[in-house]
């Protein structure tokens, strides 16, 4: 499985992004797929997951009611629509598969990832 996100950026506070990962290799019926990210100096951290399928999703304290995670079956893409983001949110975003539906949001239960994408919230 090969996943490649895109959509990070530099923001002001307020503002929205959206990020996308494609995925590609095999098929994702029975995966679990996640955001999780990375500021400097912190350990990777949970933000969303879902089923690929689009149901069961799950969100970080932290950005619940600000994220909101989707899947495109057909377009092979999971993506992560970020509201009113705040300059805690700055961190690089990795998207994440893992070869079980079973929910979990610690990152070492995922299987595959992408290289992250960068994303700055300028307050």
């Known amino acids: 499985v090969q996943l490649q996100a895109s959509g990070g950026g530099l923001v002001q506070a307020g503002d929205s992004l959206r990020l996308s990962c494609a995925a590609s290799?095999?098929?994702?019926?029975?995966?679990?797929m996640g955001w999780f990210r990375q500021a400097p100096g912190k350990e990777r951290e949970f933000v969303a997951i879902?089923?690929?399928?689009?149901?069961?999703?799950y969100y970080a304290d932290s950005v619940k009611g600000r994220f909101t995670i989707s899947s495109d079956n057909a377009k092979n893409t999971v993506s992560l629509q970020m509201n009113s983001l705040k300059p805690e949110d700055t961190a690089v975003y990795y998207c994440?598969?893992?070869?079980?539906?079973?929910?979990?949001?610690?990152?070492?239960?995922?299987?595959?990832w992408g290289q992250g994408t960068q994303v700055t919230v300028s307050s």
């Open positions: 994440a598969a893992r070869r079980s539906i079973v929910v979990s949001t610690a990152p070492q239960a995922y299987d595959y």
């Open positions: 290799g095999r098929t994702l019926s029975s995966y679990r």
């Open positions: 879902i089923l690929w399928s689009g149901g069961s999703k």
